[in-house]
C-alpha cells in the first residue's frame, strides 16, 4: 500500500512539474439567442477559471474549470394586487433581479506555439443557472386593510445541464525571458456557442402586468406568492411575474486577463 502511494505521488510530482498551471479572471457576456432571446435580456458580469496545461500534445492543451456569473435585469415595478374579497387593489413596489450563473468545465487547444498571439479552439460543458429574486417592499402595513405578502422575498432558480464550442485569441502582454512584471500574462478573448435542455426563467421583459394567478395560456405560466388579507386573514396567491420555457442558447463573448504560473 506504501509502494503504492508513493508512486501515485511520484507520477503527479512529476506531471505538476511539467505542467502548468494558470488561472485568470475577466467580463462576460451571455447572449440569448433562439425564443430566449425575445423574454430575457443579456447577462453581463464576470467569470474565472484555474487550468492545468498537460504535458503531452506539446503543451497546447489545456484543461479548466470555469465559474462565472451575470445579471441580465434589474427592476422596479408598481403592481397592483386584488382577490375576489377584496373591494379595492393593493399596490406594492417590486423589485426584480435576475441573474445567470454557470460552472463549466473547459478544454482548449491552442493552434500555436510560443507567438505573441495565439489562436485556440474549445470546448466546454457544465451546468448553468437562471433565476429571478423577488423582493416586494412593504409600507405601513398597520394602517391597511388590503393585503400583505406572507414573505417579502422570494428567490426562483433553474438549472440545466450546457455544452459549447467556440474559439479565443490569447495575447500575451510579457514575454517568459524577460523581467517585465507582465511577463506570463495574457489578454484572453474567446467566444462560444452554449446549449443547453429546456429551463423555466422569468419574462423580464412583462413585468408591467402579470396575468392572474390561474391563467395558463400555453406559452407561460405564474410566478406566484402567497398573500394575507388583512381584513379576514385569509391566505391567496398573487401572481408577481410570468415563466417562460425554452432550450437554452447562448452566445458567449469574454474578455479577460490570464495568468501564467509557471
Known sequence: MKKLLLAVTAFFVSLTSFAQIEFGFGYSNQSPLGDMAGN???????????GYRFPFAGKQLVASFETGTGRYGKKKVTQSFQSEDMSTPAEYPVHYINFANY?????RYELVKNKAITPYVQAMGGLQSLGTRVRINVYGEDDRDDCAPLENEVTFRKNTFTYGYGAGLLMKLGG???????SGTSINLSISRIHGGRIDYVNV??????????QDNGESKPLTMQFVNLNTSRIHNHTVAQLYNSPLQQLQVKLGILFDLR
Open 176 to 182: 517568459k525571458s524577460t523581467c517585465s512584471p507582465m
Open 40 to 50: 430575457i435580456n443579456a447577462a453581463h458580469g464576470f467569470n474565472f477559471q484555474i
Open 103 to 107: 460552472n463549466h468545465l473547459n478544454v
Open 205 to 214: 421583459k412583462q413585468l408591467e402586468q402579470p396575468a392572474p394567478a390561474n
